[in-house]
């Protein structure tokens, strides 16, 4: 329980501080829809994907927030949550978790 607490208040954390700190984007949240959020995946050019929030206790997602905390730290230069790897990798890793 400790674990999957800490990775939803890690997530909630960056996500809260990349709003305030970021530029408003043409997307709004109307658009996730419940249950859900949105990441940005992508080395050089970033890729939007939505993602369900189950997402968040799952040790292989927790390790790619972990990873994007050390590159990005809490400033998120797109307003969203960042997710520095490959989209084929991000792909492959999410389609092993399911919903």
């Known amino acids: 329980?400790?674990?999957?607490?800490?990775?939803?208040?890690?997530?909630?954390?960056?996500l809260s501080?990349?709003?305030l700190t970021a530029p408003r984007m043409v997307?709004?949240?109307?658009?996730?829809p419940r249950?859900?959020?949105?990441v940005y995946v992508g080395e050089n050019q970033k890729r939007r994907f939505v993602v369900p929030v189950?997402?968040?206790?799952?040790?292989?997602?927790?390790?790619?927030l972990r990873k994007a905390e050390e590159?990005?730290?809490f400033n998120h230069p797109?307003?969203?949550l960042t997710i520095p790897c490959r989209v084929d990798a991000f792909i492959d890793v999410t389609s092993r978790l399911g919903s």
């Open 71 to 73: 590159e990005f730290g």
């Open 17 to 19: 501080r990349s709003t």
């Open 54 to 64: 189950s997402y968040l206790n799952q040790p292989l997602f927790q390790d790619l």
């Open 35 to 38: 249950g859900f959020f949105a």
């Open 78 to 80: 797109i307003g969203g």
């Open 1 to 14: 329980m400790g674990v999957c607490f800490l990775s939803v208040t890690l997530a909630k954390k960056i």
């Open 27 to 32: 997307s709004t949240s109307s658009d996730v």
